[in-house]
């Protein structure tokens, strides 16, 4: 198992608060564009997501309000916290996902950021709809009825 210490650490992060205010419809894989200061800090896991929403700009996918805090031993190359980064999708996928966004009610927002085997920073997104009151309910009351059939196993 790794550790921190481990040279080759490499964190997956998860947007929790996600699966519990919003239903995924698509989930698509995109590459990211960082700086060499922003993927140190990703690998000692300074990174959150919970806030973090998609948006299109001159037919380009960005990625906004995901908070990388910055290296704490990058100088001039450290960049704002919140800057907007930039995904990569082939054009087709990018033209689905624009025609998606313009149904009512529907949003793309990062669910899990992650390193691949190669070492390159992934950022899974999906297409997802916001839950009403009674569907988070739903939700919690399947996640403790699963939490018990778990324990009645152990």
């Not at 608060?17 to 995924?24: D, G, L």
């Not at 997802?128 to 009674?134: C, E, H, L, M, R």
Request: hydrophobic residues 30%.
């Amino acid at each position: 198992m790794a550790t921190k210490s481990d040279k080759n650490f490499s964190p997956e992060i998860r947007n929790r608060k996600a699966s519990y205010e919003y239903s995924f419809l698509e989930k698509y894989i995109a590459g990211i564009v960082l700086t060499g200061p922003e993927v140190k800090s990703i690998r000692e896991g300074k990174i959150n997501m919970t806030d973090a929403f998609c948006t299109f700009e001159h037919d380009e996918l960005y990625v906004r309000e995901l908070n990388i805090s910055p290296y704490k031993e990058g100088t001039y190359n450290n960049l704002p916290e919140k800057r907007p980064r930039k995904l990569l999708l082939s054009r087709q996928e990018l033209r689905k996902i624009s025609g998606k966004l313009k149904e009512k009610g529907i949003t793309l927002i990062p669910i899990r950021l992650f390193f691949t085997d190669r070492g390159f920073i992934k950022l899974e997104i999906a297409l997802a709809k916001g839950k009403k009151d009674y569907d988070k309910r739903d939700s919690i009351k399947e996640r403790d009825i699963s939490r018990e059939v778990r324990r009645e196993i152990d």
